[in-house]
């Protein structure tokens, strides 16, 4: 009778659980569908990571409430059944993380390559915005390259349109993250790192450099803005043809090396 009590709490306890993961879930939202893609496998994961912990927990405080007197402990007796159980039970949840988490790194939203929007998106092509994102000590430079836009530490996208990044460096490593948005990637000097996502929802988020290079590191900050479509054309041709900045280059912790930042995106860009 004791046993079944203990049985029904562990399964109250993890049926609140559950009801109590997906308001959290769902509070923190989707920004990009990079980040929907991202909490999606999360929330599956925890689906099976809570009943579980929920379960071996149960066990160990019903072992010690039950065995807590026993002066005299026995050997645990050998039980194939129980072995081949639980050695199969770990195999199929094993298995559904692997398939699942290969579902989502799969994705071109998740994992990009240079070859990404050919592959994926066939004749809507030329919906993408190409940006090319060269970071260097101690800030991130923007090239726009279709309209001929650079801006520095300030990156413009519009919603609901596809983008593609071309991350690189223009000295050492550094890293691109924005985890409102669920992006990041490694920039390296010489070498192009992929970011493919759709924004879909307007805002502000910050950009960080998630790889320490150096004493401002700290201070190498940024800001992704995300527009509405027409914001973003607006903001276009208000800065085209203005030779670089859109009116931020001398941002922050803008250093001597800025001006050459322009040449070397476009010598850089796909």
Known sequence: MKGKRVALLALFGAVLAAVAIEPAAAQAGADSTT???IWD???????????????????????????????????????RRLEITWTVATAVILLFVGVASYQVLAEPYVTATQDTVAENLGEDQAEVLNVQVTAQKYNWQFNYPESGVSNANTLVLPADRPVRLNVTSADWLHAFHAPGLGLKTDAFPGQSNYIFTKPTDTGEYQLYCAEYCGVGHSQMLGTVEVRSQEEFQSWLAENSGSGGSGGNATAGNATAGNGTAANETAALSP
């Open 35 to 37: 980040e929907e893609l």
């Open 41 to 79: 496998l999360n929330n599956q994961l925890l689906y099976i990571a809570v009943p579980i912990t929920v379960l071996v927990e149960a066990i160990l405080f019903y072992t010690v409430w039950k065995f807590k007197n026993n002066e005299s402990p026995l050997p645990t007796k050998e039980n």
